[in-house]
Structure formats: structure tokens, C-alpha cells
């Protein structure tokens, strides 16, 4: 039974301990993408919408459309033309739902 | 269930959630062993130790710092043109603290990098595996001539937020009617770039709600500023011809300051000013030069990958403290670089090489309390180095209708929320 102790001991970590606990996740490529979102994206944003609950799907497109929209002229836009499709799904994955 | 077996089931678990490199029993039994010490409790500091909690878990993570409580310098023009709060910038460390963060209020004096021990002016030492040093700055005084902690009384610079702060916003209360309020700023690089430029427009606004008839005039050691173009145009907009600016090659470069006087002198002429405010030359914090990890430069060289010093190895350095142009000293960096550092010091402890990976950063800044204008950049940090990514990043755009600069506003009042939470609430 000590794996279920241990996992227990863990759980309110990788639960995010109940919204409480902040900064990353993980030690892979996907938390380190996500650290550049975490700064502004909170729940309870007005002009900055948080991310909780946003299938991946919605936010990948999101986030491609932010990109490609030669045209935009907002800090997301501006930002998001640096990342890759690649990087674009991880992050969409990573947050998504 | 054999203990094998039992173990292999939760790292599996572990592995899909990304983590079971980070508790493989070998580094499992390395990690919980660590003993973390990070020195300053700014953006980068309290967000560094608060990562660092929550992917070590069973590490000793200590955050060591001399005050009380931070008070944040984004949102503090707000307060000078007296439409914000100081209370409203100022965060304690609770919540790190009942996160299992040791917080220790002393302030870090010395860093002996071969025994791995930081002294604290308590005279005590906490020796560790992995230091990171997230100092902030230092004035610089003297490198001014005339500019010292006596002057700051009479001139305030107000770049380290607090007690500066409330002090310049009652000069510019008590100022008369049809004064001149001077700013002297320092050749770059500074913490925050834009943030200059940020004060006069928000200076500028309190003038001509209260005294119409007063003057500002910035004295500048640069010929070029951060979203100049913006900031010109709206200074034009909502403040006629209040704001004069002096470039370098026009002379604005102050080469000394008479507080007794109140007096700055250029190579050219001399300026008196009601109010003045002096944003100094500036270097990283002290204990980053005691731990031997300033250059000539008076900052922090760092492989942008890792964080770590190039000059002191196990010693990691973040925000306005590094040397990390293209990335600015601003707070959004020092929180994501915090972020960043974290992983890589918890992959380090592993046994796994650093990852690079691209950060991003968005500094906003008011032209009017509910104006503002931003500056994004997005950046790569392989091979030790940030690189800007080409054809990303770059300013808002100019001539934007007044919804879209108050549409930014709210971004910023968001971004502030945000971050704070990230790293103090």
C-alpha cells in the first residue's frame, strides 16, 4: 500500500492544492512553454480571460488565429507570432481541457 | 501488491503527467534531499520560491528577505499621479510561508559559493545545493555626481517603490501653481524602460487636473526611448505642450544634481526645478556582486537557458539583476523567468540537462489613468543566449482608436491582478 500513501502524500500537488499552490507543474518542455501564460491568464480576468475549462481544441484555434491575423494589433497577437505549430499545440494540450 | 509493482504503478501515473522524470527513485531521493535558498522577495524571488514548492515538494526551499512586505513598483506612477493607493502595491509573504516556504527576514551578506553558504546580517548561514539570486537593483550612488541618499530627500527617485513613492507625490502636491517638475533619467540599461515616460504622461495628467499652468521637462541621458512614438504622440494628444523632452545629443543628459539648490546641470545649462525626480544610475543588487556574480558591467552575466551565473557555478540569477537584453528588466520577466529557473534547477537536481524553450514578455504602460500602450517581445534561450524571435513581438499599434488604448488599460489592471496572485497571494 505505500504507493497509494505516496500518492496520496502528492495528490493536493498535482491537483494544484485546491488553487492554492501556483507557478508550474511539471519539469518538461510543456511547463516551460506555459510559464509565459500563467503570468497574466488568471481566473477572474476581465480584458484577459483565464483558461480554466477551455477544451484544447478552442484554445489551439484561438491561439492559431491570434497568429495568422496579419492584421492584429493586440499583445496576444503580437506574441503569439513567435511560436510554432508544434508549440502552439503543446500549450493547447498543456491548458486545454 | 509487491513494492515493485507498486512503485511502477505510480510512476506510470506520475509519467503521464509529465513528471516521471523528475520521481524516478534515484532523483526522487536527490530531490527531497535539496536544500533551495533564494535571496530577494520581488517578483522573481517569491515566484521562484512558490515553483519551486510546488515541484519539490519535499525539497527545503528558503526565501530570504529584509522587509516585511514588497511593494510593487508596476501600477506605482498610478500612485504618484495620485489616483491609486500605495496600499494597493503592498504584499506580504503569508502565503508563501504557509506554502511550506521558510521565509526568513534577515537580509543575505555574503555568498561563500565553495562551501555553498549564504551569511545573513543575523549572522547565521544556510548552506545550499542550488542558490538563486533575484536581487533587483541598487542605486548607484555617486555614479551621479551629487546624487546621494541626502539628495534622494529633495529629489526623490522613486524606483524602488514605497516610501519614495509617497515622498515625490507630496512634492508634487505641495508644488505651486505654474511650477517645473524636472526628471532626470539615466542611460540605459534601467529597470523598466518604458517606465520613465509612464511618469511623465501620468505626472503630466495630474499637472493639468490641478495646475494647468506647470511644466515638465525630461532631461534623458538617451537619444531614443521604449514606444517612443506612442508615448510622444499621446503626450501631444492629452497634454499639448506640457511635456518637453531633451535627448542626449540635445543636451538633456544631466551630469550632476545640486539637491541643496535644486538644481540639475547639463553639459549645456543648468535647470532649476519645484520637483525634481532623478531616476538614477542603477547596477544589480549588492549581494549579486558579493556572491562574484557582477561583471565590469555591474550585472549579472547568466546562460539564458539555465539561469545559472557564468562567473559562480550552483549560483542562479533572475530578473532586472541579469544580463538578458533582448529581454527587459521588467516584472513580467523576472516572474517568467522565475518560473523557468525553477524547472531547470528542479531538472538539474534530476540528473537532466536544462531544456531551452521561448519566453515571452509584455510591458504595459499608462498615458492616461485609463490609457495605456504595451510592448511585447517573444524570445529563444538556446545555447545560452535569448535571441528575439523575428517577426514577433513589437509595439501597439499607432494611431489605434481610443478604445483599443483603454481596452489595454484593463489588460494592464488584469496583468497586475494576475502576476501579484502568481507570486504573493
Not at chain 1, 502552439?88 to 498543456?94: D, M, P
Not at chain 2, 528558503?62 to 516585511?68: I, N, P
Request: hydrophobic share 45%; proline share 5%.
Amino acid at each position: 500500500m505505500r504507493w497509494q500513501a505516496l500518492l496520496i502524500a502528492f495528490l493536493p500537488w498535482l491537483a494544484g492544492c485546491g488553487g492554492v499552490a501556483t507557478g508550474p507543474t511539471g519539469i518538461d518542455q510543456a511547463a516551460l512553454l506555459t510559464a509565459s501564460c500563467s503570468g497574466c491568464h488568471a481566473e477572474g480576468g476581465q480584458a484577459i480571460t483565464g483558461l480554466t475549462g477551455m477544451p484544447a481544441t478552442e484554445l489551439e484555434a484561438k491561439l492559431l488565429a491570434y497568429r495568422d491575423d496579419a492584421g492584429g494589433g493586440s499583445a496576444m497577437h503580437r506574441m503569439a507570432r513567435g511560436y510554432s505549430d508544434e508549440q502552439i499545440g503543446l500549450i493547447a494540450r498543456t491548458l486545454g481541457d | 501488491m509487491s513494492a515493485r509493482l507498486s512503485r511502477r504503478r505510480l510512476l506510470a501515473t506520475l509519467s503521464t503527467l509529465g513528471l516521471g522524470a523528475l520521481l524516478s527513485p534515484a532523483s526522487l531521493a536527490r530531490t527531497a534531499k535539496a536544500r533551495i535558498v533564494v535571496v530577494g522577495g520581488g517578483f522573481g524571488g517569491a515566484t521562484a520560491a512558490r515553483s519551486l514548492a510546488r515541484l519539490l515538494p519535499a525539497a527545503s526551499i528558503t526565501l530570504v528577505e529584509a522587509s516585511r512586505h514588497y511593494v510593487a513598483c508596476p501600477f506605482s506612477n498610478l500612485v504618484l499621479a495620485g489616483v491609486r493607493e500605495i496600499e494597493a502595491q503592498t504584499f506580504a509573504y503569508s502565503a508563501l510561508a504557509a506554502e511550506g516556504i521558510e521565509v526568513v527576514r534577515a537580509r543575505a551578506t555574503n555568498v561563500d559559493a565553495v562551501t555553498r553558504t549564504v551569511t545573513l546580517d543575523n549572522s547565521t548561514g544556510l548552506s545550499y545545493d542550488r542558490l538563486i539570486l533575484s536581487p533587483g537593483i541598487d542605486l548607484h550612488w555617486g555614479a551621479l555626481e551629487g546624487y546621494d541618499p541626502n539628495a534622494a530627500v529633495r529629489m526623490p527617485h522613486a524606483w524602488k517603490a514605497g516610501k519614495q513613492t509617497l515622498l515625490l507625490r507630496e512634492q508634487l502636491l505641495a508644488m505651486p501653481e505654474g511650477g517645473v517638475v524636472l526628471m532626470s533619467v539615466t542611460a540605459a540599461p534601467f529597470r523598466c524602460p518604458p517606465g520613465p515616460y509612464e511618469r511623465a504622461s501620468l505626472i503630466a495628467g495630474y499637472l493639468k487636473r490641478h495646475k494647468p499652468r506647470a511644466k515638465l521637462i525630461i532631461l534623458d541621458s538617451n537619444d531614443a526611448f521604449s514606444k517612443q512614438g506612442l508615448f510622444q504622440a499621446a503626450w501631444r494628444q492629452h497634454y499639448g505642450d506640457m511635456i518637453e523632452w531633451r535627448s542626449a545629443s540635445n543636451f538633456g543628459g544631466v551630469i550632476r544634481a545640486d539637491a541643496r539648490a535644486m538644481e540639475l546641470h547639463t553639459d549645456f545649462d543648468t535647470e532649476r526645478g519645484d520637483v525634481i525626480n532623478v531616476i538614477p544610475p542603477q547596477r544589480a543588487g549588492r549581494i549579486a556582486e558579493r556572491a562574484g556574480t557582477v561583471d565590469a558591467s555591474g550585472w549579472c552575466p547568466i546562460d539564458a537557458t539555465s539561469f545559472e551565473s557564468a562567473l559562480v557555478p550552483g549560483v542562479h540569477v533572475i530578473g532586472d539583476a541579469t544580463i538578458a537584453a533582448p529581454m527587459p528588466k521588467s516584472a513580467f520577466s523576472a516572474n517568467q523567468q522565475a518560473k523557468v529557473c525553477a524547472i531547470q534547477v528542479a531538472r538539474l537536481l534530476a540528473g537532466l540537462a536544462p531544456e531551452p524553450t521561448t519566453l515571452a514578455n509584455t510591458c504595459y504602460s499608462y498615458t492616461t489613468p485609463e490609457s495605456a500602450i504595451s510592448v511585447s517581445g517573444v524570445y529563444n534561450n538556446a545555447d545560452g543566449v535569448f535571441i528575439s524571435v523575428p517577426g514577433a513581438g513589437g509595439v501597439s499599434p499607432m494611431g489605434a482608436p481610443p478604445v483599443f488604448q483603454q481596452r489595454e488599460g484593463e489588460q494592464a489592471a488584469d496583468w497586475f491582478r494576475a502576476i501579484t496572485r502568481e507570486a504573493f497571494l
